[in-house]
């Protein structure tokens, strides 16, 4: 089936590293996604990853992916309080028509 | 600027009557969504279209219609048949083909019960 799981929240300081993690459960899916949400607002894609990476960084964002487990993380580093949000983890359905598989979010609070 | 244009931001239903949130996108893209978002949960699919005149439901669309008259134009009509259309709606455009099929969304819109 599919299911995407991930932990509710996160609690770091300021300038520390955040690492979110997600666990997927269609092993066929070729795209997996990190997506930002902040309060009252839309959805902004941050990165993606294809099935053959293992990782892939991009600025202060490193994504690492294990298939074999299908374990998918988001690291974030010197984490700000600009980066407080809810951060969704997604892959696209391998059944066609580009459906995203959406978990529930982890919500990121940044404390000094 | 190309991007998504939801509204209104925020809506009111009163009891046994249909609203409709609209949805516009300026990105030529071909594919685009309704997502509904409940407090603690994941974005979940009420409907999508992939090509204009023809839609299909999503997971959760008892209660929901949709038109594609337009490539641009995708809006979403909430029933007096959903009880409980209290939600932030999310809408949402992908291009069909593309090396990482992403999709785009705006900005929501939150629906309330008067």
């Given at each position: 089936?599919?299911?995407?799981?991930?932990?509710l929240?996160?609690s770091?300081?300021?300038g520390?590293?955040?690492?979110?993690?997600?666990?997927?459960?269609?092993?066929s899916?070729?795209?997996l996604y990190w997506?930002?949400q902040?309060?009252?607002?839309?959805?902004?894609?941050?990165?993606?990853?294809f099935s053959?990476?293992?990782?892939?960084?991009?600025?202060?964002?490193?994504v690492l992916l294990?298939?074999?487990d299908?374990?998918?993380?988001?690291?974030?580093?010197?984490?700000?309080?600009?980066?407080?949000a809810?951060?969704?983890?997604?892959?696209?359905?391998?059944g066609?028509?580009?459906?995203l598989i959406?978990?529930?979010?982890t919500?990121?609070a940044?404390?000094? | 600027?190309g991007?998504?244009?939801q509204s209104?931001?925020y809506?009111?239903?009163k009891?046994?009557?249909?609203?409709t949130?609209?949805?516009?996108?300026?990105?030529?893209h071909?594919?685009m969504?309704?997502?509904?978002?409940?407090p603690?949960q994941?974005?979940?699919?009420?409907?999508?279209?992939?090509i204009?005149?023809?839609?299909?439901?999503?997971?959760?669309?008892?209660g929901?219609s949709?038109?594609?008259?337009?490539?641009?134009?995708?809006?979403?009509?909430?029933?007096?048949?959903q009880?409980?259309?209290?939600?932030?709606y999310?809408?949402?455009?992908?291009?069909?083909?593309?090396?990482a099929p992403?999709q785009?969304?705006?900005?929501?819109t939150?629906?309330?019960?008067?």
């Amino acid at each position: 089936g599919e299911d995407v799981e991930q932990s509710l929240f996160l609690s770091v300081r300021e300038g520390d590293s955040s690492v979110i993690n997600c666990t997927y459960t269609d092993s066929s899916s070729t795209y997996l996604y990190w997506y930002k949400q902040e309060p009252g607002a839309g959805l902004q894609l941050l990165t993606y990853i294809f099935s053959n990476m293992d990782m892939k960084q991009d600025q202060r964002l490193t994504v690492l992916l294990n298939k074999k487990d299908k374990h998918l993380s988001l690291r974030i580093a010197d984490t700000q309080t600009g980066d407080s949000a809810i951060y969704f983890c997604a892959e696209i359905f391998s059944g066609g028509y580009n459906k995203l598989i959406f978990g529930a979010g982890t919500r990121l609070a940044v404390h000094p | 600027d190309g991007g998504i244009t939801q509204s209104p931001k925020y809506l009111f239903r009163k009891e046994g009557q249909n609203v409709t949130l609209s949805c516009e996108q300026n990105l030529n893209h071909d594919a685009m969504y309704w997502y509904r978002q409940d407090p603690g949960q994941g974005l979940r699919l009420i409907y999508y279209s992939q090509i204009v005149n023809d839609f299909q439901k999503g997971d959760i669309a008892e209660g929901y219609s949709v038109s594609r008259e337009k490539k641009e134009s995708f809006p979403l009509t909430v029933t007096s048949a959903q009880k409980n259309p209290t939600a932030f709606y999310l809408c949402a455009s992908s291009p069909t083909y593309a090396s990482a099929p992403s999709q785009h969304f705006g900005d929501g819109t939150r629906l309330s019960i008067l």
